[in-house]
């Protein structure tokens, strides 16, 4: 082990087998994703599918990581895993997998909560931002805004109270009759579209200041699309349908990030989780940043889908595990709160 040598990460927590190395100083040096492809026939993940898949890949990416990184296990400080939240079969492989080379190789284990990575990538992507900063984490499983008072200091102003962002664009998109999952695919279409070519409607919440639903926005555009079908609403193409579905999404994403930017006075801004990867929600929330004098920390596409980059960077600030064969997976793990294991 060396100590300032540079920590593994190793995320399996849904359907991305990933593995990162990441120097002390922060730096990515390798950030190998493999995207499950097994759930596509099946129109969302499969939980046995995933664990299978993890078991047998990631062996394989951790040595992709370490080459690309060109270190040994020697070289390392220590291994971090996500061991929650997530699917309880997948976490298992990367826990079990981290525990075993940690005790191999005599390395300090650190368990991450992902959703604290995702929260940590605005940090990660802009090392010195200034704290506090807001964080929107958009992914197909959460859809929350969080205040970050300082490295691994969390506060939860917003949350999605029925369906995910990610989940509302995968399901229209399925009955669209787009693979799973559909976001990127929605992304590609509607690039080019007229988004106000149909007037999908806007979601405000009169509690829960900072709140998302989807689940209404969902039905409307299941229903205006089965009228399109079958004559009963005037023919749009599919562009413009998908870029005015997909910023009616987009657009209560930012509207809520802005408002509470405003109201809470925080001058940083970051996006993160698969959504984040969305061009039309990073342009909107780049242009308000720009029109109000804020600052919006946009990460790299691939750091915002799930990837093992950011469990390494968290486990650069948080204390190892005292005792790494006692590591566990807790898939309901919330975020702010202490490592349930302990
Ligand atoms: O963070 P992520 O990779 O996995 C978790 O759910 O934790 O997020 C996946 C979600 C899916 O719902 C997918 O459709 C969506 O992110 N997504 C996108 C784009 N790329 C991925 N949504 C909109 N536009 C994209 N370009
Ligand atoms: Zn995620």
Redesign the pocket.
Known sequence: MDARGPILGVET????TAAAVVTSEGTVVANTIFSQTVHTAYGGVVPELASREHAGRLPTIVRQAMETADVGWDDLRGIAVTAGPGLVGCLLVGVAYARSAARARNLPLYAIN?LEA?AHTPAMTAPGLTYPYLVLIA????TSLVVVERPGHFHEIGRTRDD?A??A??KV?KLLGFDY????Q??RIGHSGHADAVAFPRVRLASGPYDFSFSGLKTAAAFDWKGRRDGRRPEVSLSDWVASF?SAVMESLTSTLARAADELKIATVGLA???A???R?RAQVTAWAERTGRRAVVPPPDW???NAAMIASVGLYQDALRDSASADAFPGWALGTPYPGL
């Open positions: 927590s849904c359907d991305e992902h995702h992914s197909g499983g959460h995910a990610g989940e664009l995968d998109g999952p559909a976001g990127p929605l992304d997909e989780g698969g959504v990867r969305n061009r929600l915002c889908a799930d």
